[in-house]
């Protein structure tokens, strides 16, 4: 069995909880985490930038990952929002199965 944590970068909080909860409501995600205050740097149409921002870690069944990826580039700010999906194979299985069972 395995999940998918999936790492999204928001402009603000105030974004972060907006899409997490878009994901809650939609049973995309059974959990989001959210780290406000990430301070980022990055290139962006040929200057280094530097920025706060806000993480989100959300925890979903692989088989949802495509449509969580669209669901946030359809509501998100950016135009190149950073979506990374990673799986989990080990862990808790007892939280496997209740990610399993909060997704569908």
Not at 7 to 22: K, M
Not at 36 to 43: A, G, I, R, T, V
Not at 54 to 59: C, D, Q
Request: with cysteine; proline share 2%; glycine share 4%.
């Amino acid at each position: 069995m395995s999940i998918m944590l999936v790492y999204i970068t928001a402009g603000d909080v105030e974004e972060a909880r907006e899409i997490g909860g878009e994901l809650l409501m939609r049973h995309l995600a059974a959990c989001v985490n959210i780290f406000d205050k990430m301070e980022s740097m990055y290139w962006w149409e040929g200057k280094l930038e530097r920025s706060e921002e806000a993480v989100l870690i959300a925890k979903t069944s692989p088989e949802l990952v495509d449509k969580l990826i669209q669901t946030v580039k359809n509501i998100h700010s950016y135009d190149c929002p950073a979506i990374v999906a990673l799986e989990s194979k080990q862990g808790n299985e007892e939280f496997f199965e209740w990610v399993k069972s909060h997704t569908k």
